[in-house]
């Protein structure tokens, strides 16, 4: 039996599926994260070049990873709000910045804690932690703008121009270690490679890659939630809902 998946296009369909794919997501990417924790901190061989301080990578980089495709998430969700005018579409968007936003700090400043005894330094305008600094301000940039703006439609337009045209710097922040001279190591994650070439180092990095994205899906959809009620808080099927009347 074929399934109408156009209908959860709608706040009101998307709602309820979203609470039910929600706790599944967190409670995988907690055991994920256990898993790759245990095997990133405690069972992988020590790096011969870095030492201990190597560790910090299996935070560092599925972070860094999920800041650049959050944004591009968010930037796609935007420009199909802004182009046919659905509701949906801007909510996620909205509901994506905050995490992006967490992911790219933590990113930048698990970076800061690998760079001091990597390179000396706890900071360099590098051309890729530059480029993930400019992300940031992005990510702050959609929120502020958003909020800035009293009418949530006129919100949502605006803010999705500046999503659309930060996307530009994701990329950047991709190819910066290729196109410029650098400090910063080459690209970790590749379509089909990973380059990480000891079996244990790379399933805790795997691990916790999934269990960040997981993590991020499920925060998502409970922000999206809240925004769907507050969006849609005087029509009818809100005001039906058990937990509402509760």
């Known amino acids: 039996m074929a399934i109408n998946w156009f209908k ?55 972070t860094a990873i999920l800041s650049m495709f959050l944004y591009l998430v968010m930037a796609g969700y935007a420009a199909i709000g802004l182009i046919f005018n659905t509701r949906l579409s801007a909510m996620m968007a909205t509901a994506l910045a905050p995490t992006g936003a967490l992911f790219t700090f933590i990113a930048l400043w698990t970076g800061a804690l690998w760079g001091k005894p990597t390179w000396g330094t706890w900071w360099v305008w590098d051309a890729r932690l530059t480029s993930e600094l400019i992300l940031l301000f992005l990510y702050i940039g959609f929120m502020a703008l958003h909020s800035s703006i009293d009418d949530p439609r ?30 910063h190591q080459g690209p970790t994650f590749e379509v089909g490679r990973v ?29 999206v939630r809240s925004i769907i009620l507050e969006r849609e808080r005087s029509t009818q099927w809100v005001a039906e809902l058990k937990e509402i009347r509760a």
Request: with cysteine; aromatic share 16%; hydrophobic share 55%.
């Open 154 to 183: 006129r919100a949502d337009r605006a803010a999705a121009l500046l999503a659309i045209v930060g996307s530009v710097n994701v990329p950047i922040i991709y190819y910066s270690v290729r196109w410029w001279n650098s400090l």
């Open 195 to 223: 380059a990480v070439y000891d079996d244990t180092m790379r399933q805790a990095f795997l691990l916790m890659l999934f269990a960040c994205w997981l993590y991020a899906a499920a925060v998502v959809l409970w922000r």
């Open 8 to 62: 959860y296009s709608a706040p009101s369909t998307f709602y309820g599926l979203a609470g039910k794919i929600a706790p599944w997501c967190a409670g995988i990417s907690a055991v994920l994260f256990a898993a790759g924790l245990y095997i990133g901190l405690v069972v992988a061989p020590t790096d011969a070049t870095q030492g201990e301080s190597y560790r910090i990578f299996f935070i560092h980089v599925p």
